[in-house]
């Protein structure tokens, strides 16, 4: 799984819906009513993170859920870290 | 729920095995070996957090999770902080 170049991350960025770049990963912070809640996210989160076998970190503040993707065995961001992201945008 | 006494911190930290004190938490990092394991445990702590309405701080690292407990709504560590991390160690 290879860097993606820099104009790759821009663009990938573009599709990726509310995931900011920092340095050398990309994060959203989600935000649900309850801790009940966002714990049922962070469990499909790692339903798909484990089919996917690439995890993101993940914290969980009550009721926030802080993801951060990197691929660090390549020592950036690659297509894994966005196919990802875009799987997680599209839990309902 | 009051604040604990700094003598009754110390205490408390005696009885809370592998629990360290870090400014106005007590933190503990458990090691699986691999993700879905981890997400077990990060289950487990959940159901306990949810039935004491107290909630841990939880930061998972793939086989990695790190809670942190704090009695925010008192300003630092109360008994309730000592009670839920008792019950984590009590965890299989």
Redesign the interface.
Known sequence: MGLLTEKQVVAQLKAAKSWARIGDEIRRTFVYED??RA?GF??SV?LL??KMNH?P??????NKVILALSTHSAGGLTEKDFALAKQINALP
């Not at 970190?57 to 009550?62: K, L, T």
């Open positions: 801790f009940v714990m962070v469990q790692a993170a484990e995890h970190d993940i914290d969980i503040r009550w």
